[in-house]
């Protein structure tokens, strides 16, 4: 394990520790990961986000003095490519929720939003004058160019992006393995959403389903990681090799150099129009606030049973 001053950040001011193949114990008001190289103790009441990949064990004391210093557990794959479930921590503020929840039930400011997202694709274009229908055909447009040059680039036959889940056995072995770093990228993305905390499930380009936010975040990334992946995973692969292990490997490369993880912190902000410090979760006060129709919000805490009718 590297040193925790150089542990990796999800971005400035959000950290994470990724965690595998050890045990996690309790260690008097902290935790600590045992593993064949030794005892590592970790500071979990500084810690934002624990991501506990395979063979990793945790005691029930662990978990609960994970949750008093206000952490999140998420339980994930190999390298925190995919996401499988998320413990909660303690009470935080709801600033982003509430952020993405309003912007996704106002139509006019879902729609600003929905062509944010479409900027981060094409950053030197005007997206004010274009039709939401006009961007998804670009975008279109942009998606198929990508997976002509990975082909070519590669040195692999392309014919278009097509699979069935009832029939995945009968997909060619590039789209199989596009659909594979696919659901890594979603992991990824999945536990960047929970950890900063936004909902999975606001999507505002896709729509009804619980992962919809899940697939706008991804779909801002694959171009540059999990196509190019696919491809040269394919090519790098031998007779006999894992598909599914290439694939990893080249997502690893692929996520680390693209820094994934804090971009998606950046461009979520960026997206939303939040300042860098109301994008970030903080802990909120022991005491919530009361929703009030005339002023928003109102302390919490209090017996209004007094006030004036």
């Given at each position: 394990?590297?040193?925790?001053?150089?542990?990796?950040?999800?971005?400035?001011?959000?950290?994470?520790?990724?965690?595998?193949?050890?045990i996690i114990e309790q260690n008097d008001?902290?935790?600590?990961?045992?593993?064949?190289?030794?005892?590592?103790?970790?500071?979990?009441?500084?810690?934002?986000?624990?991501?506990?990949?395979?063979?990793?064990?945790?005691?029930?004391?662990?978990?609960?003095?994970?949750?008093?210093?206000?952490?999140?557990?998420?339980?994930?794959?190999?390298?925190?490519?995919?996401?499988?479930?998320?413990?909660?921590?303690?009470?935080?503020?709801?600033?982003?929720?509430?952020?993405?929840?309003?912007?996704?039930?106002?139509?006019?400011?879902?729609?600003?939003?929905?062509?944010?997202?479409?900027?981060?694709?094409?950053?030197?274009?005007?997206?004010?004058?274009?039709?939401?229908?006009?961007?998804?055909?670009?975008?279109?447009?942009?998606?198929?160019?990508?997976?002509?040059?990975?082909?070519?680039?590669?040195?692999?036959?392309?014919?278009?992006?097509?699979?069935?889940?009832?029939?995945?056995?009968?997909?060619?072995?590039?789209?199989?393995?596009?659909?594979?770093?696919?659901?890594?990228?979603?992991?990824?993305?999945?536990?960047a959403i929970i950890s900063l905390g936004?909902?999975?499930?606001?999507?505002?380009?896709?729509?009804?389903?619980?992962?919809?936010?899940?697939?706008?975040?991804?779909?801002?990334?694959?171009?540059?990681?999990?196509?190019?992946?696919?491809?040269?995973?394919?090519?790098?692969?031998?007779?006999?090799?894992?598909?599914?292990?290439?694939?990893?490997?080249?997502?690893?490369?692929?996520?680390?150099?693209?820094?994934?993880?804090?971009?998606?912190?950046?461009?979520?902000?960026?997206?939303?129009?939040?300042?860098?410090?109301?994008?970030?979760?903080?802990?909120?006060?022991?005491?919530?606030?009361?929703?009030?129709?005339?002023?928003?919000?109102?302390?919490?805490?209090?017996?209004?049973?007094?006030?004036?009718?």
């Amino acid at each position: 394990m590297k040193n925790l001053q150089e542990l990796p950040k999800l971005k400035d001011s959000i950290s994470y520790l990724y965690v595998e193949h050890a045990i996690i114990e309790q260690n008097d008001a902290a935790i600590i990961a045992i593993q064949k190289n030794g005892r590592t103790p970790i500071p979990i009441a500084a810690m934002t986000c624990l991501l506990l990949g395979p063979g990793t064990s945790v005691t029930h004391a662990a978990i609960r003095a994970i949750c008093e210093n206000g952490c999140m557990a998420i339980w994930c794959g190999e390298h925190a490519e995919r996401f499988y479930a998320a413990g909660v921590g303690e009470t935080r503020s709801a600033k982003n929720l509430l952020v993405q929840a309003k912007a996704c039930m106002d139509t006019e400011r879902h729609l600003q939003v929905a062509k944010r997202m479409y900027q981060i694709r094409f950053p030197n274009l005007k997206t004010d004058g274009l039709t939401l229908q006009q961007l998804r055909g670009m975008e279109g447009i942009r998606v198929r160019k990508a997976y002509e040059l990975a082909a070519k680039t590669n040195g692999i036959r392309w014919k278009n992006r097509s699979y069935k889940t009832e029939e995945w056995d009968q997909a060619d072995p590039v789209n199989r393995a596009l659909s594979e770093a696919n659901a890594l990228l979603y992991g990824l993305c999945h536990a960047a959403i929970i950890s900063l905390g936004y909902s999975p499930g606001l999507g505002f380009i896709h729509t009804g389903k619980q992962l919809s936010f899940v697939y706008d975040v991804a779909d801002l990334y694959k171009a540059e990681t999990t196509i190019p992946a696919a491809f040269e995973a394919i090519r790098k692969m031998h007779q006999g090799d894992d598909q599914k292990k290439q694939v990893r490997l080249a997502c690893r490369a692929y996520f680390a150099n693209a820094r994934i993880l804090s971009r998606i912190a950046q461009d979520l902000a960026w997206i939303f129009q939040e300042s860098q410090a109301a994008a970030e979760p903080e802990n909120g006060s022991a005491i919530g606030s009361l929703w009030d129709s005339e002023q928003d919000a109102i302390s919490g805490g209090k017996n209004y049973g007094d006030e004036p009718l």
